[in-house]
Nanobody, 131 residues
Framework: VDLMQTGGGSVQAGGSLKLSCVHS????????MAWFRQVPGEKREGVAV???????TYIEPVKGRFTISKDNAKRTLYLQMNRLKPEDTAMYYC??????????????????????????WGQGTQVTVSS
């Protein structure tokens, strides 16, 4: 599975950016997809997850500002980021994992946001928010 990311860049606080991630394989709709971010010297953290059924989950700091979505026909994952803050500055990565890993554990928040739950990763794209 290849994940190819586009988007990102630099923006002032309060601005918006949109990230995209194209997934190379079908059936795309049988994967959990996620966005993670990482600041140099810190652990990679989960930001948003979308299940194969379209259920979305967000970490608290981005709720109401970020929206994860996907287009199954285009095999593309998106992250719309609005009202960006300087603390959102990071390298952003998309990730994918067959839904089998999460089957029967739909309420397991930690599993969804665990770096180790995902096998396939995008190349990363930088998001920089200036104050």
């Amino acid at each position: 599975v290849d994940l190819m990311q586009t988007g990102g860049g630099s923006v002032q606080a309060g601005g918006s950016l949109k990230l995209s991630c194209v997934h190379s394989e079908d059936p795309y709709n049988e994967y959990y997809m996620a966005w993670f971010r990482q600041v140099p010297g810190e652990k990679r953290e989960g930001v948003a997850v979308i299940g194969n059924d379209g259920t979305t989950t967000y970490i608290e700091p981005v709720k109401g500002r970020f929206t994860i979505s996907k287009d199954n026909a285009k095999r593309t994952l998106y992250l719309q980021m609005n009202r960006l803050k300087p603390e959102d500055t990071a390298m952003y990565y998309c990730a994918a994992e067959p839904e089998l890993r999460f089957r029967g554990q739909s309420e397991n928040y930690n599993l969804r946001f665990d770096v180790g739950s995902y096998t396939h990763w995008g190349q990363g794209t930088q998001v920089t928010v200036s104050s």
